[in-house]
């Protein structure tokens, strides 16, 4: 179940403001107001269901009668022709409804199938991947939760959720010492304390001021081979960088703890799912 559900309308409804704007005239210029239909949502490639409870929350927030059965559940595989739900119901909702319910179910789903590859690349390493904060205006819980359906892991949900200093604060703060010890002065002290670190000796400087995290951007295996080495496990590490760009099991093997990879939110391709009807009756 997706939780913050009073957020998740307040993104349905503003989704289906932004489609339907003053009204849906091609639907209620050409379909019976009394008229039922049931349609077949399907998948038509390969990948992972994720977003079912969000479409039929669309659905039944144009209209009560709409029924949307579930056919499989988030997180399934599916193969091309899966039928992942049936909807039943006033035809005019549920046409009405049709492109904002698959913009989402496609979307969720399109990054639960990436989260789900990347995961399966680094299983059995001790490694995890995790999201970024680099997602959609709006839509970050959804798409946060749709990493977590595909097998990958979250990283901080919002700027509040932890310390994570990174090249412009450490610049501002006058480096990486005194920017982990304002950190610890000011910084709620349940949280962990992140430092990015280009290089080797921005790593001893994070070691020095006693980070919980240390991040490795953009480094090559061989540095963040040496770089774990020199943490010694006084540190989690995390692999930061381009990540869809390298090889992630090689990356894991070189003894990172995390993998975080900003493209499984930011430019992922969305699944690509139809609705088409089935049959109709008139009530």
């Keep these: ?6 957020h998740t309308d307040q993104i349905i409804r503003l989704a289906l403001a932004e489609d339907i704007g003053t009204g849906d005239v091609t639907t209620t210029s050409v379909v019976p107001a009394g008229r039922s239909i049931e349609g077949h949502l399907k998948a038509k490639e390969a990948g992972i269901i994720c977003g079912l409870e969000v479409a039929a929350r669309v659905f039944s927030m144009l209209d009560a009668g709409i029924q949307f059965i579930n056919k499989c559940a988030d997180g399934d595989a599916v193969d091309p022709g899966r039928l992942i739900a049936v909807i039943r119901g006033p035809a005019q909702g549920i046409l009405t409804g049709e492109r904002v319910a698959l913009n989402f179910l496609q979307r969720l789903s399109g990054i639960a199938t990436q989260a789900r590859l990347y995961a399966d690349m680094v299983k059995g390493t001790g490694a995890v991947v995790t999201d970024t904060r680099k997602t959609t205006p709006g839509m970050r819980y959804l798409e946060k939760y749709a990493v977590k359906t595909g097998g990958a892991s979250n990283h901080r949900m919002n700027l509040a959720d932890g310390v994570l200093i990174k090249d412009n604060h450490i610049r501002a703060a006058g480096g990486i010492i005194a920017a982990v010890n304002m950190a610890r002065e000011k910084a709620p002290r349940m949280l962990k304390v992140e430092v990015e670190a280009e290089t080797l000796e921005d790593v001893r400087e994070a070691l020095a ?21 020199m943490i010694g496990g006084r540190a989690l590490v995390e692999a930061s960088g381009n990540m869809d760009q390298r090889d992630l099991r090689e990356v894991a093997l070189a003894g990172v703890d995390m993998i975080s990879i900003g493209a499984l939110s930011h430019s992922v391709r969305s699944l690509d799912i139809s609705l088409k009807f089935t049959s109709q009756e008139t009530s």
């Design 209 to 229: 001021a006693g980070a919980d995290i240390i991040m490795l951007d953009n480094m090559d295996v061989a540095s963040m081979q040496e770089a774990v080495r």
């Design 1 to 6: 179940m997706i939780t913050h559900s009073l």
